[in-house]
């Protein structure tokens, strides 16, 4: 515990070590590894049938190239200037990984909502990787490179106000505060014109009937008079189709034990309301870009009755791309990370250590599949919107670390002018320049047979 003066010293102190013109700065570093070599290295312990699916998702463009290959960024961050004030990393914090979810108090909120690569680290790295999304994003929009730059700027100047306005406030002030979306269009205010005013309240409404009901109409259907997950293979294979030689009713005996097992992490008024539900069917499903491979899987359960369906999602947790050493349990490394990062979160969030039916013992984290639930369409935005979603990022990525973090440090390192706004943008296209280049070799590798890929799934 020191005093506001002594830690704004600290990050003045940091700023003449490192100062913020300095992270302008990436080039490959000599002998840099392959970035297909990277994806290999993480391939080895997903499921190879899925494997296929990642590379194809990967390749579609630099953008997707960029979602699924946080270890790669992780790599090249690692070798950039950095100013030893740490805070809880998401630790791939790039433009798709925020969007609007509903909290326990039935509120929409703005927030990160993945956290697979969560671990405490430098706070620039989050940034970097938001900023050179948002390039990639750019280019891949058409957008020119003084567009670009435009909307870099406004989310690095963004980030940097909200942690001055942070670091003056009171602790409890910084831990209660978020974005709600009823303030959403009143947030970005005069960056936003009618049209896209309208867009917003369509993505609030759209992202209000996403949740369980939603969800179970989409994957289940009622069979035999009991409630089932509709099998789509790949994307979706009930466990029952996995594992056609077990009996069911030992298979779902040995699966309400594993759930078991997850409740124990829940706050016990949890636990009563979990104990409502009775479980019914599970399947593995296929999601994301850089997770497919991963185990993950969708449990459905029922509670007053058939009516009345809870989905959750349980995906394995992996050591973090930005951290030097395994957890004590991956699952709950997410998990703590999420809860100190979000402003609030979903009620059903936990974790669990599961030996598997191949005998082996892996960390998952379970979550509600759908809980209202929206993302804003990144490849239809303009300059206009992607400039305002830009800033909106910058703001909550600033909250979450000024969660975790020395805010008054931070603050006291950016400043008040907008050298390191500027030093932002500039990493942020020489990490896009990367970033095509690194996509063009995961290209050459899929035509030269070296990588298989599954496209169009």
Known sequence: MRDPETRAAAGRDA??????????????????????SILQAQDAGRLPELVPIRHGRMSLSPFTFLRGS????????????????????????????????????????????????TAPGPWEWDVKRLAASLAVAGRDNGLGRKT??????????????????FAAMRDLDVWYARADSDNLAETLGAQLDKVRRKQIDKLRTKAMTR???????????VVDERPRIIADPPLVVPVSDLLPEMDWNELADRLRGLLGGYRESLAEDRRHLFDRYEFVDMARKVVGVGSVGTRCWIVLMTGRDKHDPLLLQVKEA??????????DNEGRRVVSGQRLMQA?????LGWHRVSGFDGQTRDFYVRQLRDWKGAAVVEEMDQV????????????????????????????YLGTDATFDNA?????????DQTERDHAALTAAVRDGRVQAQEGI
């Not at 950039?80 to 433009?95: E, F, I, K, M, S």
């Not at 798709?96 to 509120?107: K, Y």
């Not at 609030?344 to 059903?348: G, P």
């Open 211 to 221: 949740d369980s009901l939603q969800a179970y109409k989409k994957l289940a259907a």
């Open 424 to 432: 932002i943008a500039d990493f942020a296209e020489k990490y896009a």
């Open 318 to 327: 992996g050591q973090s791309v930005v951290s030097a050493e395994p957890a």
């Open 70 to 117: 946080a270890a790669v960024m992780a790599a090249d961050l690692a070798t950039t200037p950095t100013t030893g004030l740490g805070v809880q990393l998401c630790g791939d914090a790039h433009l798709m990984n925020f969007g609007l979810f509903g909290s326990p108090e039935r509120r929409l909120v703005f927030d990160i909502n993945d956290f697979d690569e």
């Open 344 to 348: 609030v979160s979903d009620i059903f």
């Open 385 to 412: 919107g992607l400039r305002a979603y830009a800033a909106l990022c910058g703001w909550t990525l600033a909250r979450a670390h000024a969660r975790t973090g020395d805010r008054i440090a931070i603050a006291a």
């Open 15 to 36: 700023r003449k070590q490192v100062p913020p013109e300095s992270h302008a700065e990436f080039a490959p570093a000599a002998g840099r590894p392959d970035p297909v």
């Open 148 to 165: 670009r730059r435009t909307i870099m700027l406004a989310m690095a100047e963004r980030y940097r106000v909200a942690m001055a306005e």
